[in-house]
């Protein structure tokens, strides 16, 4: 390898560590700071008052904390209400519903000559297991320090919505949009959430009027339209989506690094990186404002758009130009492939072998990426109950995954000619380019953009006396995009940050291989031999000697590259194992339940497996638990139960019941053996198996529409306070993730 080569190698690492450095989030303000500005160590005094023990709606740690945040905002002069309404899990679900009487917090600022509203939201509840410092107190804190920060009046409304029981369900946000009066007319909304307690604040969906808003007015953007994508084919949900569905315009952004930390007793304060709440805010604090003088109405004429983030620049362009670029990609490749070919460097049979290989690397990436968590989690079986699949301390793992990727990438190298296989792998990035924009509309810049670069470097390099140069310069975009994708993307957690990164690593250094490889030039060529039996050409170019690598020596120095690569990955591994153990600051991970059949008085623990079995479906309705027999507590029960009118007509048999649930049960439902319509306190649920209906203020009127024949119902009543449980005591360095407790009782109607 040259020195122009190392160099150039070189000059793309800087690139990808200013891009990283370009994501990073900014330094925190003082408390100092000037009024007009917003400051996390401000915002922080909000997260510490708001994140002092878990606060679960129900609980009474939930009232105190509502109470705060309603003082908070009225002490800024701001109108504020709690709104109280049943909301329902707005999604498509036949099976135990979620459902629940919320208290949103809602607080006005009028604007002056308003075109519709802008809404900041977030929400206040936190899971059981933990006190929600960056989910969602980072989120309310923003709001807060933001509601403080903005000037005087502006044009529009501006509304700070704190909903409530979006972990339960999105239930708040459904009970705001279908109740309250402020849910209609024109809405901006801009949604800010966790899923870690660090790392980029990203947004990661949004309506293309606010993304254009976002790309000129927020100070720290960070965006892909890629992950957009992406997510809309996961099953992962935020409030944003019931105000989306709604007709609301917006942005919905969130950190995800540290997943860890996430729904765990150690999403405290101490845990939450002061930078992501400083560019959560100052991206809030700047669309507020921007938003909140702009003319509303015209967002809607936005079309879609793919859009980027690159060192220093906001990309966005038509989203009807996708396709476009992915086909001039096409064409830039198919023009170096004519041009390397005039120069006798490659054959098209050879092409299409290189290209077709080339993607062994990057699905043999895919699957390094998807197996390491499962592995780990044989050697470490503490590993498998991780929540988000990202341990405490990734980064010797992580490190061990883009080793083990590069050198899957190497080991490929040795197949064939460094010509034909960067061609090929230029050639290929390229088709996926293609086959991404028509399958996976937003997608495909990332790999679209990187292949035509390349492509335009390498045909450039042909004829310039610097190709080492030219090549460097058409590798950038890929170094930016693909690079910064491959790293970017652990965020996520290694479970499925793993499967998003290495094939993009992969992609990269395949596309590398033009400047490692072989770079070619006008000056210094190794055309292929001559078919046989062909007559000289005058224009085919004088060869050269063999290349350094096919000769024995320098092929077994190349073969030590990946063995050296494959030890290094190992030594990593280790390494993590080592560095990474459970500790009282590190906690191990499980899930515990708790279920007790009140009619016989027997009781099971159920820790998450699996396994099927029938013991786990009579106790827990659902066979991934395994059961271990436990003591019957006195301290629950399953709700009383009265028939208040039983009627046949026809095939349809109309139930209705009353549920009176213990005093103080966060959550009391019913469930049946198949879907049936449902009616909860006069609303209509459809067709479902149950409901689960939390924070009830009293008894429970149902309505089930039956066949007319015996029906079995199971009526229940979940919390999630294990103390309440006989013979229960937490092990040691042990965090207990959803606890959960239920007592229930089978009738036959």
């Known amino acids: 390898m040259t020195r122009n080569v190392l160099i150039g190698l070189a000059a793309l690492a800087a690139l990808l560590a200013v891009t990283m450095l370009d994501l990073a989030p900014p330094n925190p303000s003082p408390a100092g700071a000037p009024a007009g500005s917003f400051s996390a160590t401000r915002a922080f005094e909000h997260v510490e008052a708001i994140a002092q023990a878990p606060h679960p709606p129900g609980s009474t740690e939930h009232d105190r904390v509502r109470e705060h945040l309603v003082s908070r905002l009225r002490a800024l002069g701001l109108e504020t209400r709690v709104q109280e309404e049943v909301g329902v899990l707005p999604l498509d679900h036949d099976g135990v519903t979620s459902m629940g009487r ?22 206040y509840d936190s899971v059981a297991a933990g006190p929600g ?27 700070f919505l704190i909903t409530d029981g979006e972990e339960l369900g999105l239930l708040g946000a459904d009970a705001f949009i279908r109740h309250d009066a402020l849910a209609k007319g024109t809405t901006v909304v801009l949604n800010n959430e966790a899923r870690g307690v660090r790392g980029t604040v990203q947004m990661f969906r949004g309506s293309p009027g606010a993304v254009e808003v976002y790309g000129s007015a927020a100070p720290h953007p960070s965006a892909d339209s890629a992950f957009a994508a992406l997510l809309a084919l996961l099953p992962n949900n935020t409030d944003y ?9 917006g942005l919905d952004s969130a950190f995800l690094g540290g997943g860890a930390y996430y729904h765990t007793p150690l999403d405290d304060p101490a845990h939450l990186d002061l930078g992501s709440l400083q560019q959560m805010g100052d991206n809030a604090l700047a669309l507020t404002r921007a938003l909140g003088g702009a003319d509303l109405a015209t967002l809607r004429s936005a079309g879609e758009s793919v859009y980027f983030t690159v060192p220093g620049l906001f990309v966005r362009y038509p989203a009807w130009l996708e396709l476009p670029v992915a086909l001039g990609a096409l064409v830039a490749a198919g023009a170096l492939v004519w041009a390397l070919r005039r120069r006798a460097l490659l054959t098209l049979p050879r092409l299409a072998a290189a290209t077709g ?5 990057v699905l043999a990436a895919g699957a390094a990426g998807y197996a390491i968590m499962p592995l780990l989690g044989l050697i470490r079986p503490e590993y498998t109950e991780l929540l988000t699949g990202d341990p405490y301390r990734p980064w ?12 899957i990438v190497a080991a490929w190298r040795l197949l064939g000619r460094p010509v034909e296989l960067a061609a090929g792998a230029v050639l290929l990035v390229a088709l996926l380019g293609a086959a991404s924009a028509a399958a996976l509309p937003g997608g495909s810049h990332t790999l679209a953009w990187s292949a035509l670069f390349v492509a335009l470097g390498w045909l450039v390099s042909l004829r310039v006396r610097w190709p080492v140069l030219a090549l460097t310069v058409g590798l950038a975009p890929a170094t930016v995009l693909l690079g910064g994708t491959a790293l970017g993307s652990l965020d996520v957690g290694l479970r499925i940050g793993g499967m998003l990164s290495a094939p993009h690593l992969a992609l990269l250094a395949l596309l590398l291989l033009a400047l490692a490889g072989s770079p070619p030039s006008a000056h210094r060529q190794t055309p292929l031999p001559p078919p046989a039996g ?8 004088t060869p050269l000697p063999p290349l350094a690598g096919s000769r024995p020596s320098a092929r077994r120095r190349a073969v030590l590259v990946p063995v050296t690569g494959l030890v290094a990955a190992v030594a990593l591994l280790g390494a993590g194992l080592a560095v990474d153990r459970f500790d009282a600051e590190h906690p191990r991970q499980t899930r515990v339940a708790y279920a007790m059949d009140t009619a016989t008085g027997t009781a099971v623990w159920g820790a998450r497996s699996a396994e099927q079995s029938a013991e786990s479906e009579k106790f827990f309705d659902d066979g991934g638990w395994a059961t271990t027999p436990a003591q019957a507590s006195t301290r629950l029960r399953a709700p009383s139960v009265d028939v208040l009118k039983d009627e046949t007509s026809g095939d349809r048999r109309t139930l209705t019941l009353r549920l009176t649930p213990g005093a103080g049960a966060p959550a009391t439902g019913l469930r049946l053996a198949e879907p049936v319509p449902i009616t909860v306190d006069g609303r209509e649920l459809g067709s479902r198996s149950g409901f689960a ?13 039956l066949p007319p024949a015996k029906t079995q119902v199971r009526v ?4 999630h306070d294990l103390s309440v449980v006989p013979g229960f005591t937490a092990q040691p360095h042990t965090a207990y993730l959803a606890p959960q407790t239920t007592a229930f009782r089978t009738y036959t109607f």
């Open 102 to 123: 919320m208290r949103n917090i809602v607080a006005v600022r009028p604007g002056t000559d308003p075109t519709g509203r802008v809404v900041l939201a977030a929400h």
């Open 534 to 541: 062909s007559p000289p050409s005058a224009h085919r170019p």
């Open 693 to 705: 209906y939390h924070v009830p203020a009293g008894s429970l009127e149902v309505t089930l529409v």
């Open 716 to 719: 229940f009543t979940r919390g």
């Open 241 to 249: 989506h019931v105000f989306d569905e709604a007709g609301w315009m």
């Open 396 to 407: 010797l793992y992580q490190v061990a995954l883009l080793v083990f990727t590069a050198t």
């Open 133 to 159: 410092a960056s989910d969602d107190g980072a989120g309310v804190a923003t709001m807060l320090e933001v509601a403080r920060a903005l000037p005087g009046p502006l044009r529009n409304d501006v509304i």
């Open 357 to 361: 290989l080339a993607l062994l690397p």
